[in-house]
């Protein structure tokens, strides 16, 4: 069934007996991620003949493992891993909501709805809907929150774009990243850019800091994007959340909780994003929430 599909990936597919298949697309998928745990607990459950398989495949063949995949038909699409969420949504930007096109990357891709049989892909970016989501008592409750937002990578643009849609009118956002960036909607809201140097000024006013970086992942452990003698500088009310789930407790999260400060780690995000991802590509008849339960 997948000696084609092997072709272009360096690890080796062998599930038999699928009537369809997903994937989650990344440079190792095979070697951790979470996500084809996730799906095929739903498949399972649902008594489907199909499977989630990781594909790792190197830069050089991810447009020609794209197209590949279109044109196979037992193929529902699914998950995007760093670092190809740009690289996807590229591939498939002419198809996508103007939401998506604002974020400039998908974290999942499925064929249109009632399109299993059209040759193309559409996609999405639930990060940003499932980053809130952990949050989103503060975020509604609360009134002119500063809130720190690190990174402006496909994550960060996710999360701005949530961010912007729902509580622009509410919150002061600020973004800090290492170089410059241009924010369209900085006209339309209360919407700061800065530079990671400036963090320092702005920490004893943060209320709720948000890492989306992926420094601290397990790739760089010993890592953190705020040092000790900065975030000493928070007030101690400030929430601290870092989307990074692996760790569960990164050096920035210990650090946190070092000097008293409240931490939430990224765990319960990938598992909401993974339900919404799921219900996008796959028909099924189960509500998010019957999808989280089993996932969970």
Known sequence: MFRHLNEFIENEIKERG?????????????????????????????????RMVPLDVGEEKIEQLFNYLKQDKRCLGGAVAVPYKETIFNLVKDNVE???????????????????????????????????????????????????????????KAILAFLLRDFKRKHKIHIFNRSPINIIHS????????????????????????????????????????????????????????????PLKTTLIKNSEEIGLRTINGLRMNLIQAVLAYRHTNQTFLAEEEIYKIMN
């Not at 809130?132 to 609360?142: A, G, M, N, R």
């Not at 928070?234 to 692996?246: F, Q, R, S």
């Open 18 to 50: 699928l009537d369809f298949y997903s994937v989650i697309v990344g440079t190792k998928p095979s070697m951790g991620a979470r996500s084809p745990k996730l799906w095929n607990k739903v498949y399972k459950y649902e008594e489907k003949k199909v």
């Open 98 to 156: 103007e939401e998506i096109k604002a974020i400039g990357a998908v974290n999942c891709f499925y064929r249109p709805p009632f399109g299993s049989l059209i040759d193309t892909f559409t996609g999405n970016n639930t990060d940003g809907e499932a980053a809130l989501e952990p949050i989103k008592e503060q975020l509604t409750e609360s009134q002119n929150l500063n809130i720190g937002l690190l990174g402006y990578g496909g994550a960060g």
């Open 187 to 246: 006209k339309k809201s209360d919407l700061y850019s800065s530079s990671l140097n400036d963090l320092e000024t702005f920490l004893p006013d943060c209320d709720l800091l948000i890492n989306a970086t992926s420094v601290g992942h397990v790739d760089s452990i010993d890592m953190t994007p705020v040092p000790m003698k900065l975030l000493a500088k928070a007030k101690k009310t400030m929430v601290v959340y870092d989307i990074i789930y692996d």
